[in-house]
């Protein structure tokens, strides 16, 4: 029989995702819904090791659905993994009574988390905030649909100007090794080409394509570059075309880390409140060391071992339906 929880600490680690207010948020509320103490953990792992941690209520998370970024802050923190670190902070928890832990980040968070739970079975849930959408065991990521939306409002306005002097754009994107918010923003956008990691597009068969619609005289053309592609990034890639085809005025654009900030959507603001309480509701149901997600409209809990051997492929759909558009 599981231990009686009654103090829950929530933190945020890694790199910030729209809609992780909303999830502090839900796990806030519903921890006090079912009446235990709530605790925010500032910085992450190395606020949890020097004990920047404070009590919260339902008044704290206030007004802080709609902001992007996350209102705990985060950080990466080498001395957690260590052993020593996380004996401080487990320490840190003992002694205010905390007695489980929810995490919300990517996959460095997770991992993080499962060897502190090894060493101290403290109950413990991650909930997949990441705007690259590479975790498997939930069909969407928190900040993923805000990161995508904020990208294909970018590439619009970059089309405008394209159109205006019959350039070449090339836009690179974040994902990390996933083409995730490559590949469905460049359908949404239009894109004459969209170069991702899990597909190996070389720049002679780019360069084919692009001579393809400049002879059915399409007026201008966007590639999008998904930075983890094999083909380097989106300023090799212009500058290894333009070699070859020295016809094309070529641009580059990076968004960066525009991608991870703004107010999150409200899909990214529902997912995010689902989640939160899902994670509450499963450390009372007794489930730990696991990830939150939901796949067809079902909640599910995966374990540690499901998301870290497996990665979140790309729908084969969806690269074909990118290849038949861009024509």
Same mark, same amino acid.
């Given at each position: 029989?599981?231990?009686?929880?009654?103090?829950?600490?929530? @933190?945020?680690?890694?790199?910030?995702?729209? *809609?992780?207010?909303? &999830?502090?948020?839900? %796990? +806030?509320? $519903?921890?006090?819904?079912?009446?235990?103490?709530?605790?925010?953990?500032?910085?992450?792992?190395?606020?949890?090791?020097?004990?920047?941690?404070?009590?919260?209520?339902?008044?704290?998370?206030?007004?802080?659905?709609?902001?992007?970024?996350?209102?705990?802050?985060?950080?990466?923190?080498?001395?957690?993994?260590?052993?020593?670190?996380?004996?401080?902070?487990?320490?840190?928890?003992?002694?205010?009574?905390?007695?489980?832990?929810?995490?919300?980040?990517?996959?460095?968070?997770?991992?993080?988390?499962?060897?502190?739970?090894?060493?101290?079975?403290?109950?413990?849930?991650?909930?997949?905030?990441?705007?690259?959408?590479? @975790?498997?065991?939930?069909?969407?990521?928190? *900040?993923?649909?805000? &990161?995508?939306?904020? %990208? +294909?409002? $970018?590439?619009?306005?970059?089309?405008?100007?394209?159109?205006?002097?019959?350039?070449?754009?090339?836009?690179?994107?974040?994902?990390?090794?996933?083409?995730?918010?490559?590949?469905?923003?460049?359908?949404?956008?239009?894109?004459?080409?969209?170069?991702?990691?899990?597909?190996?597009?070389?720049?002679?068969?780019?360069?084919?394509?692009?001579?393809?619609?400049?002879?059915?005289?399409?007026?201008?053309?966007?590639?999008?570059?998904?930075?983890?592609?094999?083909?380097?990034?989106?300023?090799?890639?212009?500058?290894?075309?333009?070699?070859?085809?020295?016809?094309?005025?070529?641009?580059?654009?990076?968004?960066?880390?525009?991608?991870?900030?703004?107010?999150?959507?409200?899909?990214?603001?529902?997912?995010?409140?689902?989640?939160?309480?899902?994670?509450?509701?499963?450390?009372?149901?007794?489930?730990?060391?696991?990830?939150?997600?939901?796949?067809?409209?079902?909640?599910?809990?995966?374990?540690?071992?499901?998301?870290?051997?497996?990665?979140?492929?790309?729908?084969?759909?969806?690269?074909?339906?990118?290849?038949?558009?861009?024509?």
């Amino acid at each position: 029989m599981s231990k009686k929880i009654n103090r829950i600490g929530v @933190l945020t680690s890694g790199g910030d995702a729209p *809609g992780m207010n909303a &999830a502090i948020r839900a %796990v +806030v509320r $519903a921890s006090i819904y079912y009446e235990m103490e709530v605790f925010g953990i500032y910085r992450g792992y190395e606020g949890l090791i020097e004990d920047d941690i404070v009590a919260l209520d339902a008044r704290s998370v206030g007004n802080i659905i709609q902001r992007g970024g996350t209102i705990l802050k985060s950080a990466r923190c080498d001395e957690f993994k260590t052993t020593a670190g996380r004996q401080k902070a487990f320490d840190n928890l003992n002694a205010r009574g905390i007695d489980a832990l929810v995490a919300i980040g990517g996959d460095g968070t997770f991992t993080g988390l499962h060897a502190f739970y090894q060493e101290h079975e403290m109950p413990v849930i991650c909930i997949p905030g990441t705007i690259d959408n590479d @975790l498997p065991g939930t069909d969407y990521t928190i *900040g993923y649909d805000t &990161a995508t939306n904020t %990208v +294909v409002d $970018a590439v619009d306005k970059i089309r405008d100007t394209a159109l205006s002097h019959n350039r070449l754009f090339f836009i690179e994107v974040m994902g990390r090794d996933s083409g995730y918010i490559a590949i469905n923003s460049g359908i949404a956008g239009g894109a004459t080409a969209i170069m991702i990691p899990e597909e190996n597009m070389t720049i002679d068969e780019l360069v084919a394509r692009l001579d393809k619609g400049g002879k059915s005289k399409k007026s201008s053309s966007l590639v999008i570059v998904a930075e983890g592609g094999r083909s380097g990034n989106a300023i090799q890639i212009a500058e290894a075309v333009h070699k070859k085809s020295p016809y094309y005025d070529t641009k580059v654009t990076i968004l960066g880390h525009l991608q991870r900030g703004g107010s999150p959507t409200y899909f990214d603001r529902v997912l995010a409140s689902k989640m939160g309480v899902y994670a509450v509701e499963g450390l009372l149901a007794g489930k730990t060391d696991v990830m939150v997600g939901i796949q067809h409209k079902t909640t599910v809990y995966n374990d540690f071992e499901t998301i870290m051997v497996k990665s979140n492929e790309i729908e084969s759909e969806a690269i074909r339906i990118s290849k038949i558009l861009s024509i």
